[in-house]
């Protein structure tokens, strides 16, 4: 029955920000990261590369060697994500934001120093900005 899956016509602000914090914890609770810590060495390398376009090319790259099952998951939760920030008036759910909440449950931590989250928040202003470059369009 299709009406079991579809949402109440009556829901509130709280049930989306608990289905956003249910999919957060969800990804948070994988054994590995949406992004392997396999990868991490070109993630770093990536992370170096002071010209935009090459970085995006890197992390485009990079996305070829994932697993199939974490390029698509990989792919529909940036598409998502994507959305939340296109609605950004609404939700007040930018770019930055999403990148801080999202950085650290999809990228591995910077080996060198595990607390610079930094690191992972770039990588996902990446890795959201290559996601129209790098996956075939919904």
């Known amino acids: 029955n299709v009406t079991m899956i579809l949402p109440p016509k009556n829901y509130s602000d709280s049930d989306i920000y608990q289905i956003g914090s249910l999919l957060k914890t969800f990804f948070a609770a994988l054994p590995d990261t949406l992004l392997p810590h396999s990868i991490s060495s070109d993630l770093k390398t990536c992370a170096a590369i002071d010209d935009l376009t090459t970085k995006k090319n ?15 998951t990989l792919r ?11 609605h950004e008036e609404h939700n007040r759910m930018n770019l930055k934001a999403i990148c801080i909440i999202w950085g650290p449950t999809v990228i591995p931590p910077n080996e060198e120093d595990v607390n610079d989250v930094n690191y992972q928040i770039s990588l996902m202003e990446v890795l959201i900005s290559v996601a129209d470059q790098a996956f075939e369009p919904e």
């Open 76 to 86: 529909s939760l940036l598409f998502h994500l994507k959305r939340v920030a296109e």
């Open 58 to 72: 890197y992390m485009h790259g990079l996305l070829y060697k994932l697993p199939d099952a974490q390029y698509w």
